[in-house]
């Protein structure tokens, strides 16, 4: 059975900082490709956002919008997935989904539960 369990979120002060986390299981880590994506509460009906994912092979992609505040890594041995977001702002408040996908003969795309990122004063 496969999970995503994401932690880490909760109510920050603008400027603060936030480490996400996913553990996975139930699935070949390691040789899926990880992201962290996020829905803001005032887009219920668009798509979620990337905000960043890194490769199997440890490639990594940033959104604009978090580029130079935000780290992605992923630790193989614990199956874990971590987004550090530093200089938070208000726009960065947010459901937090992790997704992890692989593409071989078949699509395999996984969702968590999400985690809420809010940031206000």
Known sequence: Q??????????????????????????TFSTYRMSWYRQAPQA???????VARISSR????????????????RDNGEKVVYLQMNSLKP????????????SDFREYDYWGQGT???VSS
């Open 91 to 102: 726009e960065d408040t947010a459901v937090y989904y992790c997704n992890a996908y692989r």
């Open 116 to 118: 809420q990122v809010t």
């Open 44 to 50: 219920p009906g668009k798509e979620r956002e990337l």
């Open 58 to 73: 440890g490639i990594i992609n940033y959104a604009d919008s978090v580029k130079g505040r935000s780290t992605i890594s």
């Open 2 to 27: 496969v999970q995503l369990v994401e932690s880490g979120g909760g109510l920050v002060q603008p400027g603060g900082s936030l480490r996400l986390s996913c553990r996975s299981s139930g699935f």
